[in-house]
Each structure stands twice: as structure tokens, then as C-alpha cells.
């Protein structure tokens, strides 16, 4: 056995949310090896009968008496307020429905009419440069319909690039390819003191590690249910607007969900009080309650034990990676000290995308973005010790064999 496959069983041996794999199912033709949380959760145990229960009895029994009876018309808020606590938030501020790129459009569109109010003069969205794509897109859409320019800027340049002229700032708590965490309070502070709003995408930081949305002032948020939630494939996504500009939000998709009196059917729209104000059209009612049943692996569990573990993931894979790939053969793109890091680690290597699919055939499974980065993502609630270590083994005999068949041909 060698020094860090013990190291790993010790690890495991000590980790007090061990016992939370067993709330998933990890098994399937892919092996157990799952560094992919960060795109697509894995399955709690819990949701499967859950799913079947909607269905079968709630749907197919109970048909059109569960939207009371059941409590599917308030599930977007009554989820909302699930994942609350995750995200520091107190209850009465986040709604569940949609996906990430609608909800980035409501708060963005809602920030720049709540910037409106005071400053007729701020016309100008900053969007974080190295965004994922889709909130770039909505960004340029959003700035177009209000008559704003959209301003791309890396985090680090927002301080600099703030002014009057500053509407809204769109930024993401960690960032996608890198794994980069970037500084919430430091920003959202800095974005409050030109006079502008907050909106941060959190995507890949919730359930991952503490957000603090209450404690930080952040004016609106919105992330994905579908990663470190562990939600499902395509599950819905959540908006979170602060208590004391709820009666402010102006939506710009003001559907008859969000309307004062939904069943009173009027012509004129009236806004619903609080964070119903975010819903739009009817829930998805099997997404959502599919989400709800996953959201129960959390309960005994705090976010701060699930960063100290992930951090503690990631540090283990960095050493594994360092000790066991040959130098020169892949550049880190996370980066090293804790309070820059989200819960993945991001590897830049040659043919990374080849590297990828046999790393995948071997039964770790990771994923390759565009154009040299490999991801791992690390989700505390069911990654182990022993997987980190298997997974840096992996890739450190695939990019062996690799370098081996390229002096080959050589
Ligand atoms: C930061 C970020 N925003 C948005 C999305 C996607 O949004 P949607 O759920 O609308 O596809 C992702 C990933 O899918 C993401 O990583
Ligand atoms: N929603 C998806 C559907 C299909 C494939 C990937 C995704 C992702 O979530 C990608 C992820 N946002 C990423 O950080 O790359």
C-alpha cells in the first residue's frame, strides 16, 4: 500500500459525513469515481419513491386536488425556503422554478429598473468576462432591452470599472472552468458603494460552501439546483431577491404566478408580495418535488462541515496529483490558497479531451471543457478519501501511457 492510499484511509476513517454515500446511488457502469457533481449531482436514495409517489398516487390518484392538497402551488416558495439556509439567506427570499438563464434575466432586468429608480443616468452592466456562456448571452439581451451597454470585465477589474454609470454587475461566486472563488463580500460591498446592484450566479458554490447571501447584503442571486443540490437533470433553479427590495422587484416576467390574486384571474397585473414576486408561469411540478425529496440529505448537515471536507478533498487530490503525475504534464488552474477556491480543481494538459474519455473508460469519471481544461468536482456528501486518490492514480498512469505512446511515435 502506498503512503497517500493509507493517508486516504485515514482520512476516510476520521470523515464524519461518510455515512451520507450511503444516501446515494453511486453504482452503475461508470464505476464508483464521481468527480462530476459539478455538472450533473449524483441520485439520492430518497427520490426515486418519492417520484413514484407523485406520480402514481399525488398525479394519477389525486389529479387536480394535489395542487392544494398536496401542496404543489406553494412549492416554489416552500422549496425556496429549503434551500435558504444553504445559501445564508433567511426564509421568504428565494422561489424555485425556471432554469439558471431565465432566473439570471429576471434579476438582472429587475436590477437595472431597481438602479433606475434613483439614477436615470446608469446605463451601463458589467458582466464577468470569463462567465459561463449562457449569462453573457442574457446579459447582452438584457442590456439591449434596457437601453444599457454591457461591460465585460474579470472580477478582479470590477472595482476599478464601477461608476456612476453603473447599473448592475453580474458576477459568479466561483467560476466555472477554474474553479476560482471569487471574493463575495469584498465585491458586493464595492458594487453598494457606486450606487449599483449585486447579482451573483451561484451555480457552482451553493452546497458547496458557505455563501452568507443575508450576511453579505447581495441584492439578487440566482444558481442551478442540479449540481452540489444534487436536484436531478434539469432541474429547477431558484432566485433569490433580499427582503427589503422585494417590493421593488419590477419582473420582467410578470406571469400570473407572481400575480397578487393568480385565481382571480384580472386583466390588470398586480405584483404578489415577497418572493412569489419571482415566479412566473405554472411550476414543474415533477422536477420540483423530485428536487424537494433530494433536498433531505441535508438535514443534520452544515455547509460549513461541507467546506471544511471539500477543502480537505481538493488539498488531498492537489498532493495526490503532485506526487504522482509526472512534472510539466498538467498546469492547475484552481487556485491553491483556500479562500480562492471553490470545490473543483481544474487541470490544464495537452489533449485534454482524449485524456478525459479514457480517464472516463477507466471509471473516473471528470469532464473536459473547452479548449485543455479537465475538471474534477468534489462533492463532499458523497466523495471519499480513497476516490480522490484512485482518480489522481488514474490520470497519473493515463498521462504516463500517453507521454510512453507519444516518445513512441516519436
Ligand atoms: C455559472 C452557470 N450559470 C448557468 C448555468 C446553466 O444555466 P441553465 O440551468 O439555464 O442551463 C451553468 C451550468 O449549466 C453554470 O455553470
Ligand atoms: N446543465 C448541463 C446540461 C448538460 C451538460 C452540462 C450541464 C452543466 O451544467 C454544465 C455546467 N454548468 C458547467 O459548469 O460546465
Redesign the pocket.
Known amino acids: 500500500m502506498s503512503e497517500l492510499t493509507e493517508k486516504a484511509g485515514k482520512l476516510d476513517a476520521v470523515d464524519e459525513l461518510a455515512a451520507k454515500r450511503a444516501e446515494f446511488v453511486l453504482d452503475g457502469p461508470e464505476g464508483a469515481v464521481y468527480l462530476d457533481g459539478?455538472?450533473l449531482g449524483a441520485l439520492p436514495v430518497g427520490v426515486p419513491g418519492r417520484v413514484a409517489d407523485v406520480v402514481g398516487r399525488q398525479w394519477g390518484e389525486m389529479r387536480i386536488r394535489s395542487w392544494t392538497e398536496e401542496g404543489w402551488w406553494t412549492a416554489p416558495e416552500r422549496i425556496g425556503d429549503r434551500i435558504a439556509p444553504l445559501v445564508g439567506a433567511a426564509a421568504g427570499q428565494i422561489v424555485v422554478g425556471d432554469s439558471t438563464s431565465v432566473n439570471v434575466f429576471k434579476a438582472l432586468v429587475g436590477a437595472v429598473r431597481l438602479a433606475r429608480e434613483t439614477g436615470a443616468g446608469r446605463d451601463e452592466i458589467l458582466v464577468d468576462a470569463t462567465t459561463?456562456p449562457t449569462d453573457g448571452y442574457i446579459a447582452g439581451s438584457a442590456a439591449r432591452m434596457t437601453g444599457c451597454t454591457l461591460r465585460p470585465v474579470t472580477p478582479s477589474e470590477v472595482p476599478d470599472a464601477l461608476g456612476e454609470r453603473t447599473a448592475a454587475v453580474l458576477l459568479n461566486h466561483v467560476d466555472?472552468r477554474t474553479g476560482r472563488l471569487h471574493d463575495l463580500p469584498s465585491l458586493t460591498a464595492a458594487v453598494h458603494a457606486a450606487g449599483a446592484y449585486a447579482v451573483w450566479d451561484l451555480?457552482?458554490s451553493a452546497g458547496a460552501l458557505p455563501v452568507g447571501l443575508d450576511a453579505h447584503g447581495v441584492d439578487l442571486a440566482v444558481g442551478c439546483t442540479?449540481?452540489y443540490l444534487n436536484g436531478g437533470p434539469g432541474s429547477p433553479a431558484y432566485l433569490y431577491v433580499r427582503a427589503d427590495l422585494q417590493d421593488r422587484f419590477d419582473s420582467p416576467l410578470p406571469g400570473w404566478n407572481s400575480h397578487a390574486e393568480p385565481f382571480g384571474m384580472r386583466s390588470e397585473y398586480e405584483p404578489a408580495e415577497g418572493a412569489v414576486r419571482g415566479r412566473v408561469g405554472t411550476p414543474d411540478i415533477l422536477s420540483m418535488l423530485a428536487l424537494e425529496a433530494a433536498l433531505e440529505v441535508w438535514d443534520g448537515v452544515t455547509v460549513e462541515a461541507v467546506r471544511a471536507k471539500s477543502l480537505a478533498l481538493t488539498d488531498f487530490f492537489l498532493e495526490c496529483v503532485g506526487e504522482y503525475v509526472p512534472e510539466g504534464r498538467v498546469e492547475c488552474l484552481t487556485p491553491v490558497p483556500h479562500a480562492e477556491r471553490g470545490s473543483q480543481v481544474a487541470l490544464r494538459c495537452a489533449g485534454a479531451g482524449p485524456v478525459m474519455r479514457r480517464l472516463i473508460e477507466r471509471g473516473v469519471v471528470g469532464d473536459f471543457?473547452h479548449p485543455d481544461v479537465l475538471r474534477f468536482g468534489f462533492t463532499p456528501l458523497y466523495v471519499g478519501f480513497a476516490d480522490v486518490e484512485r482518480a489522481a492514480r488514474a490520470l497519473a498512469e493515463e498521462l504516463s501511457e500517453a507521454t510512453a505512446q507519444q516518445s513512441h511515435r516519436v
Open positions: 459539478n455538472s459561463f466555472y451555480c457552482h442540479y449540481k471543457r
